[in-house]
């Protein structure tokens, strides 16, 4: 488990799977921004009782509040395979818990676990420029702008740029006093 001050990350465990299975598919709190592909619960299933959603280049926490409310989730993967990198993903499952603090937090807890844990030089975040929050979700975790990749991301019936930011390991992390 990861401890934050608003929020606990830890891995999914067999109780927390039909919540998170229904989070997974559940189109209506995606928002706007977050891929609109769906494996099915079969998948899901085979992939926890294989993995339990963690391996050695990719993994998923979940995202709890202080009062045990399953909020979101945070995962890592490898996005480009010849890349000393991982990239981020999370989202919030609704908008209720949006504007909390609780995908900044979640985002410094995993980026110190990576880079105490893991022999990776690299995170990254991808977002299309319209979405607001997860820019300053970035900014406020130390990710430096990059640039746009065109046309990279297909979503909603339509290609989409992204901006990708990253941190590489001797960055600064505006949460460490220290850095």
């Not at 045990?68 to 945070?74: A, F, L, Q, R, T």
Request: aromatic share 12%.
């Amino acid at each position: 488990m990861l401890n934050g001050q608003r929020i606990v990350l830890r891995p999914v465990r067999e109780r927390d799977l039909e919540v998170f299975i229904t989070a997974h598919t559940e189109m209506s709190t995606r928002g706007a921004y977050f891929p609109l592909g769906v494996q099915s619960e079969p998948v899901l299933r085979r992939t926890y009782a294989e993995t339990g959603f963690w391996q050695r280049d990719e993994g998923t926490l979940l995202i709890w509040d202080r009062s045990e409310v399953m909020v979101g989730h945070i995962e890592f993967f490898k996005s480009v395979g010849y890349w000393d990198a991982y990239e981020l993903s999370y989202q919030l499952y609704g908008a209720e818990h949006a504007g909390q603090g609780y995908t900044t937090e979640a985002v410094c807890l995993l980026v110190d676990y990576l880079f105490g844990s893991k022999k990776v030089n690299r995170l990254s975040l991808v977002i299309v420029p319209e979405n607001t929050p997860s820019r300053r979700i970035a900014e406020k975790c130390g990710f430096q702008l990059e640039g746009t990749a065109r046309g990279a991301f297909f979503n909603a019936g339509r290609n989409l740029d992204v901006l990708v930011y990253s941190l590489l390991r001797d960055d600064p992390r505006p949460w460490h006093v220290d850095s």
